[in-house]
Antibody, heavy 118, light 111 residues
Framework: QVQLQGSGPGLVKPSETLSLTCSVS?????????WGWIRQPPGKGLEWIGS???????YYNPSLKSRVTISVDTSKNHFSLQLSSVAATDTAVYYC???????????WGQGNLVTVSS | QSALTQPASVSGSPGQSITISCTGT?????????VSWYQQHPGKAPKLMIY???NRPSGVSNRFSGSKSGNTASLTISGLQAEDEADYYC???????????FGGGTKLTVL
């Protein structure tokens, strides 16, 4: 089954850009699937950030759209998240995940805690 | 878009059945049969339990079932077991904006 491993800085300063990468194993990104990011603030619920299809089409949460970029690098078999102009409210565990279709997520990474603080 | 509405908590005794509701609108839950359910144990990543209202991924126990009526979807867990104690989240596709929205989550306690 597909395995996902997220990586990136655990601490980001306010107003800067949060960048995370999700490395995929046991599956080629170029073969299909929707690749997505979801976050969960400490003690709170899940929030869908957005997804990208293997062809490059992107789908974003309207409330985050102006600050989010999701991209795919098929040569490295990974996909990435960039969230600009972060604030303390962006502190969360960020999960990468993938699904056969946009509406659900079959496989999840372990999650990466990102804290926004000066 | 607003989060889907779930009860904050439900509880049941081992062997019993419980149902968790997920209420949305005609623009999300009521629009297509694209409702999913996830189970999340503390400190762990969510796990897909039900997709497209009532389909179980391979490996998920048949004690878990899903249904939908109008703008409300439901997850039923029969024969409750201690290991079912977790947080459960529903999600729905929104066709008008091609994105996904989650519910606020429900904490299931097995008494």
């Amino acid at each position: 089954q597909v395995q996902l491993q997220g990586s990136g800085p655990g601490l980001v300063k306010p107003s800067e850009t949060l960048s995370l990468t999700c490395s995929v194993s046991r599956y080629y990104i170029s073969s299909g699937y929707y690749w997505g990011w979801i976050r969960q603030p400490p003690g709170k619920g899940l929030e869908w950030i957005g997804s990208i299809y293997h062809s490059g089409s992107t789908y974003y949460n309207p409330s985050l759209k102006s600050r989010v970029t999701i991209s795919v690098d098929t040569s490295k078999n990974h996909f990435s998240l960039q969230l600009s102009s972060v604030a303390a409210t962006d502190t969360a565990v960020y999960y990468c995940a993938c699904g056969r279709w946009l509406q659900f997520l079959d496989y999840w990474g372990q999650g990466n805690l990102v804290t926004v603080s000066s | 878009q607003s989060a889907l509405t779930q009860p904050a908590s439900v509880s049941g005794s081992p062997g019993q059945s419980i149902t968790i509701s997920c209420t949305g609108t005609s623009s999300d839950v009521g629009d297509y049969n694209f409702v999913s359910w996830y189970q999340q144990h503390p400190g762990k990543a969510p796990k897909l339990m039900i997709y497209d209202v009532s389909n179980r991924p391979s490996g998920v126990s048949n004690r878990f079932s899903g249904s939908k009526s109008g703008n409300t979807a439901s997850l039923t867990i029969s024969g409750l077991q201690a290991e079912d104690e977790a947080d459960y989240y529903c999600s729905s596709y929104i066709s008008s904006t091609t994105n996904v929205v989650f519910g606020g989550g429900t904490k299931l306690t097995v008494l």
